[in-house]
């Protein structure tokens, strides 16, 4: 495993290089759970055949899924929700995504957490 943490930011896709992002997800999720990994894309597709859009995020709770019982796995992912924005309040929002793994009121406290740290508890708390 790699010590570098990469989060994975729900924005408008007219902002983002979408061939350059899907790489490099392909790229870190290789590396992370080798050929293990292609379950992400069935996932991301099945999602997308369904909703109609590209959904990265629940593509990957889909994914984690899968290592519910390799806790060493399923552990190096984390949900965060940055509690701002609009949908942030909106109940049918909230209610459709489930509940993240950790809550935060902006996303600015991503550069103080200590993500490691969260995951061992997360880990930890999930046995």
């Known amino acids: 495993m790699t010590a ?20 490099d997800l392909r790229q870190h999720l290789r ?26 995020l629940g593509a990957l709770q889909r994914f984690r899924a899968e290592f519910e019982d390799d806790t060493d796995s399923a ?20 209610d459709r995504h489930g509940a993240a793994d950790l809550s935060i009121e902006h996303i600015g406290e991503l550069l ?6 969260r995951l061992v508890n997360h880990k930890e708390s999930s046995r």
């Not at 552990?75 to 909230?94: N, V």
């Not at 103080?112 to 740290?117: H, P, R, T």
């Open 75 to 94: 552990h190096r992912l984390l949900s965060i929700f940055p509690r701002q924005g609009h949908y942030a309040q909106d109940p049918t929002q909230l």
């Open 4 to 23: 570098e943490t990469v989060f994975l930011l729900d924005v408008d896709n007219t902002l983002l290089d979408n061939d350059r992002v899907t790489e």
């Open 31 to 56: 590396a992370e759970f080798g050929s293990a990994a292609g379950g992400y894309w069935t996932a991301y597709e099945a999602l997308r055949n369904e909703l109609g859009y590209a959904d990265y």
């Open 112 to 117: 103080d957490l200590d993500i490691a740290a």
